[in-house]
């Protein structure tokens, strides 16, 4: 069996720790504040950075998608290495990324007639994503093959979701990632809106007034899914995504441990430039993937 390479795009948003644990290559993002400069997630511009001008008032920021040279030339290197390659992308809803990645893979397959090349929509963004990578890496670490990996990851990227919570909805909307959370927009002072990321789509949940009840409503939703699902939480792996309020996140993480009866394995993933851009300062949420043995 060919050795082989997991990719990702940036926005999986996967912390740097794991990423070298597990030799997990990722293809970066651009961000743009003025639509001339472009700046590459973790390359250019840090999330600190990013969240920094973020904060000034009204800055929307744009994003965009790596291209098919960005993937060309890290895939090139890897089939050269004599190495097989597997990416996962952000949710084509959201991105052309998954195509760029395609794309390049397509025309690498003329270069390299006995590489196997494969191409995943993760069907998730952030953290939704990066636990979909890891269970990849999961995955080569027990001896899968790539074909093996590629269609357990085509079982295991449905079970995906996020719950979470933004302070504002202004960044979904200049964005253009309103969609169906449209429904949640309000002028109640202090409204919190309550969204679901499944399968590619943003799904409203409700509106509660305040920060604190926002988060104690996350892990209502998380368990609300599982009673509903009849599904055990212990066949699951979980994690937080939080992009500017860490003491938020530890709260929720502590609400979530007590909830599974269980530490957390994973640090608290920081919502990067890609998401960031779409869901602004604040957002914060809980994110889970079935695990790769319990399909």
């Known amino acids: 069996m060919r050795d082989y390479q997991i990719f990702a795009d940036s926005s999986c948003d996967l912390p740097q720790s794991l990423l070298s644990k597990y030799n997990i290559k990722l293809i970066p993002f651009y961000v743009s504040f003025d639509h001339e400069n472009y700046y590459k997630e973790n390359v250019d511009i840090s999330n600190e950075e990013f969240y920094k001008r973020l904060s000034e008032k009204g800055v929307f ?139 590619t789509e943003l799904i409203p949940y409700s509106n509660v007034r305040g920060r604190k009840k926002a988060l104690d409503k996350i892990l209502d939703m998380v368990k609300e899914y599982f009673d509903e699902a009849n599904e055990e939480p212990s066949s699951y792996d979980f994690c937080i995504a939080n992009a500017t309020t860490m003491d938020d996140a530890l709260y929720l993480q502590a609400k979530l441990e007590a909830f599974l009866g269980r530490k957390l394995s994973y640090p608290v993933f920081q919502i990067g430039v890609t998401i960031g851009t779409y869901i602004g300062p604040g957002g914060i949420g809980i994110c889970f993937v079935k695990r790769y043995d319990c399909i």
């Open 61 to 199: 920021p744009s994003t965009s998608l790596p291209s098919v040279q960005d993937y060309l030339s890290q895939f090139r290197q890897t089939l050269k290495d004599g190495k097989d390659l597997i990416c996962l992308c952000l949710t084509q809803k959201f991105s052309g990324s998954y195509q760029s990645a395609f794309n390049a893979g397509q025309i690498l397959e003329e270069q390299f007639p006995d590489a196997d090349i494969r191409i995943v929509d993760s069907i998730q963004a952030t953290a939704g994503e990066g636990l979909l990578v890891l269970q990849a890496a999961y995955m080569k670490e027990a001896g899968y093959s790539l074909e093996e990996l590629h269609e357990r990851l085509l079982q295991l990227r449905s079970t995906a979701r996020i719950m979470f919570t933004l302070d504002t909805l202004d960044y979904l909307k200049k964005g253009r990632r309103i969609g169906k959370v449209a429904a949640l927009a309000g002028a109640m002072l202090d409204l919190k809106p309550l969204i679901q990321l499944k399968d």
